[in-house]
């Protein structure tokens, strides 16, 4: 299992970290999401042999928050 921390700017409240945390647990190979509204960033654990960063990336601008590094 592989461990990523990726920014995600744009969420103003709890229901954002809900709908975020929610598009990411939905990605097949992802076994663990933490989104902090805080620190604007979500932790994210998965299996390399089912997505890939670029992925949980695309997840989360599909979801409307920007996500870049
Ligand atoms: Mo809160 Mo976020 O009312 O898209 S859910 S701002």
New binding site residues.
């Given amino acids: 299992m592989t461990e990523v921390t990726i920014k995600v700017a744009g ?3 709890g ?2 970290v809900r ?1 975020v945390t929610g598009v990411l647990k939905a990605l097949p190979g992802v076994t663990d999401v933490s989104v902090s509204l805080d620190e604007a960033q979500a932790e994210i654990s998965y299996d390399p042999g089912q997505v890939n960063v670029e992925q949980l990336r695309q997840a989360i601008m599909d979801a409307g928050f920007d996500s870049n590094d």
């Fill in positions: 969420m103003s409240c229901g954002c709908n």
